[in-house]
């Protein structure tokens, strides 16, 4: 067995494979279908500071290698995910990443000193970049100074890792994961969905009740992997790289661009056991090459 073992931040891993926040409910919808503990990392739901009802549906619409959703951050609050949803966290042994989202640099702030108060909470990932939201998200993900702004308060009421989860939909990612870096962040994740949307020609509605949505899965990957290798270049945090990993050699793209660990998202839809298939595909493809540590791999890109 190679050593899959990785650091985000003073965070330790046993392996680089984390689910991607949104796709794995709480962690115990999928409790009955995989052990979790084998996994690196679980990244819950965002959670915001009130009840989210959501968009209006449709919420959901499958395109060609990929599919769109319009949730809108719909959860019951961070009271109740802290009585009902933690207690199933906590007895886990593997860390647990709380994502949070806010309409106002102080809602995102507030979140993160409640959760951080709580020893089961190991990480906080600050989600600036939900395509999805009414107000907030991707508006703060999407500008460096807001972003910045955010980041640097939320930084002020938190002592545990600090993951900052960016947007593909904005001019210049590496720019704001800069920002962001320079505010405090010790750790970014990327990418968000990719702002989308499809239309019904019989009726000529948009199939998705919010109009647009958030294109997830294989057809995004190659923008993600552009993005980690770029925000790569110029920051010196580590990264999570996500967006249509599906196998492990999609993962093993996203570490050799220069990411430290990866998130799957979509897949679980898919095939629950996809994060465990990832998982050892990795190993098998490090035994093979003889590489003793999934480290040596990080941003081993070669370009002559
Ligand atoms: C149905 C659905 C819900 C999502 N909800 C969230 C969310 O609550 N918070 C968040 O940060 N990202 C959310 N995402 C984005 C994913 O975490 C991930 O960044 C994105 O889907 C790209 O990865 P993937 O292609 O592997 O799904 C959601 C994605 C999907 C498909």
Same mark, same amino acid.
């Given at each position: 067995?190679?050593?899959?073992?990785?650091?985000?931040?003073?965070?330790?891993?046993?392996?680089?494979?984390?689910?991607?926040?949104?796709?794995?409910?709480?962690?115990?919808?999928?409790?009955?279908?995989?052990?979790?503990?084998?996994?690196?990392?679980?990244?819950?739901?965002?959670?915001?500071?009130?009840?989210?009802?959501?968009?209006?549906?449709?919420?959901?619409?499958?395109?060609?290698?990929?599919?769109?959703?319009?949730?809108?951050?719909?959860?019951?609050?961070?009271?109740?995910?802290?009585?009902?949803?933690?207690?199933?966290?906590?007895?886990?042994?593997?860390?647990?990443?709380?994502?949070?989202?806010?309409?106002?640099?102080?809602?995102?702030?507030?979140?993160?000193? $409640?959760?951080?108060?709580?020893?089961?909470? +190991? =990480?906080? %990932?600050?989600? &600036?970049?939900?395509?999805? /939201?009414? !107000?907030? #998200?991707?508006?703060?993900?999407?500008?460096?100074?807001?972003?910045?702004?955010?980041?640097?308060?939320?930084?002020?009421?938190?002592?545990?890792?600090?993951?900052?989860?960016?947007?593909?939909?904005?001019?210049?990612?590496?720019?704001?994961?800069?920002?962001?870096?320079?505010?405090?962040?010790?750790?970014?994740?990327?990418?968000?969905?990719?702002?989308?949307?499809?239309?019904?020609?019989?009726?000529?509605?948009?199939?998705?009740?919010?109009?647009?949505?958030?294109?997830?899965?294989?057809?995004?990957?190659?923008?993600?992997?552009?993005?980690?290798?770029?925000?790569?270049?110029?920051?010196?945090?580590?990264?999570?790289? $996500?967006?249509?990993?599906?196998?492990?050699? +999609? =993962?093993? %793209?996203?570490? &050799?661009?220069?990411?430290? /660990?990866? !998130?799957? #998202?979509?897949?679980?839809?898919?095939?629950?056991?996809?994060?465990?298939?990832?998982?050892?595909?990795?190993?098998?493809?490090?035994?093979?090459?003889?590489?003793?540590?999934?480290?040596?791999?990080?941003?081993?890109?070669?370009?002559?």
């Amino acid at each position: 067995m190679a050593d899959l073992s990785v650091d985000i931040a003073g965070l330790k891993l046993k392996n680089p494979v984390i689910t991607a926040s949104g796709t794995y409910g709480s962690g115990k919808e999928y409790g009955q279908l995989i052990d979790i503990n084998r996994l690196g990392a679980v990244c819950v739901k965002t959670v915001t500071l009130k009840p989210v009802a959501g968009n209006r549906p449709p919420r959901l619409w499958e395109t060609p290698s990929g599919m769109l959703n319009s949730i809108g951050l719909q959860n019951d609050g961070v009271d109740a995910f802290i009585a009902n949803d933690l207690p199933y966290l906590a007895a886990l042994d593997t860390p647990i990443i709380a994502s949070i989202a806010g309409t106002s640099v102080d809602d995102c702030s507030r979140l993160a000193k $409640m959760l951080s108060a709580l020893p089961e909470i +190991d =990480a906080i %990932e600050l989600n &600036i970049s939900c395509p999805n /939201a009414k !107000a907030g #998200g991707v508006i703060f993900g999407s500008d460096e100074k807001l972003a910045a702004d955010v980041v640097g308060k939320t930084r002020l009421a938190t002592t545990k890792p600090l993951i900052v989860k960016l947007t593909p939909n904005t001019g210049d990612i590496a720019a704001v994961a800069v920002a962001c870096e320079r505010a405090g962040a010790d750790a970014l994740s990327l990418i968000n969905t990719v702002l989308g949307m499809a239309v019904d020609i019989h009726t000529l509605r948009p199939q998705l009740g919010n109009v647009v949505g958030g294109l997830s899965g294989p057809a995004v990957k190659p923008i993600a992997v552009r993005m980690v290798w770029e925000v790569a270049r110029n920051v010196g945090v580590p990264i999570i790289g $996500m967006g249509g990993i599906m196998t492990a050699a +999609d =993962a093993l %793209e996203f570490i &050799i661009a220069g990411a430290t /660990a990866v !998130a799957v #998202g979509t897949a679980n839809f898919v095939d629950p056991q996809a994060p465990i298939k990832i998982i050892e595909g990795i190993n098998q493809y490090l035994e093979k090459k003889s590489i003793a540590t999934v480290s040596e791999l990080m941003g081993a890109l070669k370009i002559d």
